[in-house]
């Protein structure tokens, strides 16, 4: 459905306006589908975010910083984020025998299974939601790459 008709809003002042607030629109739409996969996991999607960037590196130790380069959302509180992964038994921190101020994080082993079991969910989800060929995935992918700058 059009973004004018969902959001009962037929009016904007310009097309580029209509594109950010359907871009808002779509981004919420997609993280409110991914929340109720995290809920089962008792994560929220920045901590999947943190655990994919761990797998991306594995099996080497991956630093706080460089998470907090990469991560999506640039304003997570990452030692929170880190603290419950922690909890959970989803990843282990120690202190780097090479610089005692530095901090390694690596995935434990249930760590890797929770990530393979929440993707597996997701990639089920996504199925629902594959309406575009590749070709326009590509295109889609390229104009926000584009919007961005």
């Known amino acids: 459905m059009e973004i004018d008709k969902v959001i009962k809003q ?17 981004s919420n739409y997609f993280r409110d589908h991914h929340g109720t ?4 996991f008792d994560i929220q999607g920045q901590h999947y975010n943190v655990l994919r960037i761990l797998k991306g590196k594995h099996p080497e130790p991956v630093s706080p910083g ?15 984020l880190v603290d419950k992964l922690v909890k959970l038994g ?4 120690n202190i ?26 997701l990639n089920n989800q996504y199925d629902k939601f594959r309406h575009l060929t590749d070709e326009e995935y590509s295109t889609l992918s390229q104009l926000l790459d584009k919007m961005r700058g």
């Open 66 to 80: 460089y998470i907090k380069e990469v991560i999506l959302d640039k304003g997570a509180d990452l030692t929170r």
């Open 96 to 121: 780097c025998p090479d610089n005692k101020r530095k901090i390694h994080l690596n995935l434990t082993d249930a760590g890797l299974n929770n990530l393979q079991n929440i993707s597996e969910h």
């Open 10 to 26: 037929p009016r904007f002042k310009d097309e580029f306006q209509k594109a950010m607030i359907n871009l808002f629109y779509t």
């Open 90 to 93: 989803l990843v282990f921190r």
């Open 37 to 40: 996969v995290f809920k089962q």
